[in-house]
């Protein structure tokens, strides 16, 4: 049990920290909820009911794609573009999908290999993109999550303007949409250029994130 | 509106745009109908507390609004807030713990601006 843990304790970190962040959204978002129910004349509502609302929905939904888009995009740009020194990248000279043999597949596959990797035809090219694939469709779902969700919220609020509702695709035209969805992107491709850039100049020493302390900035990543 | 309804459960997605909208319609007709009828109080007592808060004599003035009972037309509803069009009116609900209440009647549409009312919240 105690090994099992410790073998796994990086995923199982983050997915503690983050159920208790969505916790922690549920119960921020609702008083911000219920301050602005009450501010309206309206009627505050319970935990239950706002964690199975249109408003936690998409303001969960829309954190959700911009990350997934996040991951698939660097996924797949990684393997045709570098950053010189930086440790988030391959080194100039290496980009596209590589060879058979740099990548373990069909009759390179080694002993230990997964069975698609030997496996060739649909099934290697399956296997060879499923990463991709997954955090791709788990992006497209959680953006079509929060049109849905985020229509419902927007048009609650619209009713609550005395205005009328709009339908979803009035609302993913919008500027609320692209303005909830814009400003996670935004964010999360800042933080990836300065992971990019910054690794190559700067240390977290033990970090697989980073290269050793004592590599020089331009070279390549020892062991890539 | 069922179909929204399926796409939110698939994606765990809950709360989006409700089809139970009878109570809502419900209510705004007992209001107009009540306040067509000459029965003030009882239209008053179907407002939120802040839309009964803006008239002044409640239960006199909102017979002297022109408000009037029709057909229940198509209604909306989104979370807590409602639309029912009555007739030729526009009435706008909220839901209460207790249940719905009329927030805005007497609505017309403006072209890019909320909808002007005779009694709102």
Redesign the interface.
């Known amino acids: 049990m105690r090994r099992a843990i410790r073998d796994n304790a990086l995923g199982l970190c983050f997915l503690l920290l983050f159920l208790l962040s969505l916790a922690g959204q549920s119960v921020s978002g609702l008083a911000a909820f219920n301050e602005e129910?009450v501010a309206?004349?309206?009627?505050p509502?319970s935990w239950a009911?706002y964690v199975?609302?249109?408003?936690?929905?998409?303001d969960?939904?829309e954190n959700w794609q911009s990350e997934y888009l996040q991951f698939f995009l660097y996924i797949l740009i990684t393997v045709w573009l570098v950053q010189r020194g930086s440790p988030e990248s391959k080194e100039p000279g290496e980009e596209g999908q590589e060879s058979d043999a740099d990548q373990k597949v069909g009759r390179h596959a080694g002993a230990d290999s997964p069975a698609w990797a030997r496996a060739g035809g649909w099934r290697l090219t399956l296997f060879s993109h499923s990463l991709g694939a997954v955090m791709g469709l788990i992006f497209v779902?959680s953006w079509?999550?929060q049109s849905?969700?985020g229509v419902?919220?927007y048009?609650?609020e619209r009713?609550?303007?005395?205005?009328?509702?709009v339908g979803?695709t009035t609302y993913v035209t919008s500027a609320e949409f692209w303005n909830r969805t814009l400003q996670n992107w935004q964010s999360e491709f800042l933080a990836v250029a300065s992971m990019v850039l910054l690794a190559v100049f700067l240390r977290e020493r033990g970090s697989p994130q980073s290269k050793k302390v004592g590599d020089p900035h331009a070279a390549p990543v020892p062991g890539r | 509106m069922r179909a929204t309804a399926v796409v939110c459960l698939l994606l765990l997605v809950t709360g989006c745009a409700s089809a139970g909208g009878d109570p809502a319609a419900r209510t705004a007709a007992r209001f107009l109908s009540a306040a067509a009828q000459g029965r003030g109080q009882q239209a008053c007592d179907l407002l939120t507390p802040r839309a009964a808060e803006s008239v002044d004599d409640c239960a006199t003035e909102i017979l002297s609004m022109g408000l009037r009972a029709g057909a229940v037309g198509d209604t909306q509803v989104y979370g807590d807030e409602a639309q029912v069009r009555v007739g030729g009116d526009t009435v706008f609900l909220h839901r209460f713990p207790g249940g719905w209440r009329v927030r805005a009647a007497g609505c017309r549409p403006r072209s890019g601006q909320p909808y002007e009312c005779e009694v709102e919240a």
Request: net charge negative.
């Open positions: 129910q309206q004349g309206g009627a509502i009911a199975t609302s249109s408003d936690f929905g998409v969960v939904a779902l079509l999550a849905v969700a419902a919220a048009d609650a009713l609550s303007r005395l205005e009328d509702p979803w």
